[in-house]
């Protein structure tokens, strides 16, 4: 994880950006305080500097002696920091000035030194002391503080033998002290750097704090949760977080490390109860092959019970004619003289009774073959053979039932990889099952058509009583017959669907009653599946 989008990258972020705010702030008035103050006292200095001057004055005010006046001024505008130091008499005129050139001088009541007593036309003295004072700018462009101290006529002054004043005449005139803030400001300046240099140096030293407190306390836990996290992902379920804090975060890491040990034990449980389950699955599964082998067994045994009254009557008649030629023949041989055309009538019949002999040995054997219980061969078998051998096991059963078999094959072997005994129980499945659909006779064809170069299919039409639509549905499942009691397993159709879904092809049927039914199978000529499986 990059180092920007960390949560202890985001947490040292939001206490740095909190510290510097409260940090400035408090510097600035911190600042703003000490520069309201620092103007505070050097107003007072002022109008103490201003009542000083006054007071040393006062003396010689009373006996009129102005050379001492101007002598006092002089000297103590000389100190530092006094621009220039004042006296106005009551027409504004300028008596006394540490200027010498101002002296003389009318001031207008609008200027800033008349302003403070000469508002809206009339005389007022301020009250308070910080009303009496003003800043301005000097032509050289620094600030300037004036401090204006009136003179009042006080009893010594109309009791006064020299220059007596009316005694209704309050004010005399004004002192007006005007001292540089140029030291101040820069002292200010000074104060300032200062105050946020150490604003900053407190910054770094404590944001230096913060971030070994977070890097070890929350940023080196949270690494170690999260990889322990990535631990859980990758199936190391042995992780434990080593946090021995007993914070919130050790907690947390305490909770891990137990939901840690119950996902391992469940975990554990699941690989056993996988292991037991694969047990059983594998158990069950060999049950439902023995049952669906057992299954296809007795279906083969039900298709057998059925064709076994016809093969009966197949076999009946070639042995009753062998039983005949074979009497026949007795009598003859008995003979001690038997000429040319005896011998010859003889050899006739024995042929005869070869030929009656292999077609039973013919019908005995297609009836074994089909009956063989050995399932799970698969090989490349040619088709059209397997489905001839299943014509000539039913072909007598057609005739009992006046059905007349229509055959559309191809001349050629086709040649399909399939266990051609599955496929011939298959096939003898559908066609009885389409011959007790004729009770009364009909048409029974089988189509084999190759449809493309990896496929074939194989139609079972016959001309029977058909299948009502309800119950087309249900004629896969086992079990499922519209037979009588007694006349039907109802595993028929379930066994064909079985074959053909194990030989990875499909089935499907159409049919309508009293217009007939034609199933349809659909098979790959390799079909993609494990052919050492046994079924």
Not at 186 to 197: D, G, H, S, V
Request: charged letters at 25%; glycine letters at 6%.
């Amino acid at each position: 994880m990059k180092i920007f989008q960390s949560l202890a990258f985001k947490l040292f972020i939001l206490i740095f950006i909190l510290i510097l705010g409260i940090t400035g702030i408090f510097s600035t008035l911190i600042i703003r305080w000490q520069t309201q103050k620092c103007l505070q006292i050097s107003m007072e200095n002022a109008l103490k500097t201003s009542d000083l001057i006054k007071r040393a004055t006062h003396y010689s005010m009373l006996h009129n002696r102005r050379d001492d006046i101007y002598q006092i001024i002089k000297m103590l505008g000389q100190q530092p920091g006094i621009e220039v130091i004042r006296i106005y008499n009551k027409r504004g005129e300028i008596t006394f000035s540490t200027i010498p050139h101002e002296v003389g001088k009318v001031m207008s009541v609008e200027s800033e030194a008349c302003n403070v007593c000469h508002r809206s036309g009339k005389i007022t003295v301020p009250a308070e002391a910080t009303q009496l004072t003003r800043i301005f700018h000097s032509t050289d462009g620094y600030e300037v503080l004036g401090a204006i101290n009136p003179i009042k006529n006080e009893e010594s002054c109309y009791n006064a033998n020299c220059h007596a004043h009316k005694k209704e005449q309050t004010i005399l005139g004004v002192f007006d002290v005007m001292i540089s803030l140029k030291d101040m400001r820069r002292n200010i300046e000074k104060l300032t750097k200062i105050q946020y240099a150490s604003g900053i140096a407190m910054l770094l030293i404590i944001s230096i704090f913060v971030l070994i407190f977070i890097w070890k306390f929350v940023n080196i836990p949270l690494r170690k949760l999260t990889y322990g996290t990535r631990e859980i992902m990758n199936g190391n379920l042995d992780f434990r977080l080593d946090l021995s804090s007993k914070d919130e975060i050790g907690l947390l890491a305490e909770s891990f490390n137990k939901m840690t040990e119950r996902l391992k034990q469940a975990h554990e449980e699941l690989l056993n109860w996988a292991k037991t389950l694969e047990q059983k699955v594998n158990e069950k599964t060999a049950e439902l092959q023995r049952a669906h082998a057992y299954m296809l067994q007795i279906e083969k045994m039900a298709s057998l019970g059925k064709l076994s009254a016809t093969v009966a009557h197949e076999l009946n008649n070639p042995l009753e004619g062998i039983l005949t030629y074979a009497k026949l023949l007795k009598r003859k041989l008995q003979n001690e003289k038997i000429n040319e055309d005896e011998k010859e009538e003889i050899l006739n019949e024995l042929s005869i009774i070869i030929d009656e002999t292999a077609r039973c040995g013919n019908i005995v054997k297609n009836l074994l073959l089909f009956s063989k219980q050995k399932v799970g061969e698969f090989k490349d078998e040619d088709i059209c053979q397997v489905i001839k051998r299943s014509v000539n096991l039913i072909s007598h059963h057609l005739q009992m039932n006046n059905i007349k078999l229509e055959l559309d094959i191809p001349e050629n072997p086709v040649f399909i990889f399939c266990d051609a005994q599955q496929i011939e129980q298959m096939l003898i499945a559908m066609e009885i099952n389409s011959i007790e659909a004729m009770p009364d006779g009909g048409t029974l064809k089988i189509e084999l058509k190759e449809i493309d170069s990896d496929k074939i299919q194989i139609k079972v039409i016959d001309t029977g009583v058909g299948i009502p639509e309800e119950i087309l549905p249900h004629i896969f499942e086992p079990f499922f017959t519209t037979k009588k009691e007694g006349k039907g397993t109802g595993l028929g159709l379930a066994v064909v669907y079985g074959i053909v879904e194990r030989h990875a092809g499909k089935i499907s049927v159409e049919s309508k009653v009293n217009h007939g039914t034609t199933f349809t199978v659909t098979l790959p000529k390799k079909p993609n599946i494990n052919y050492d499986e046994k079924i």
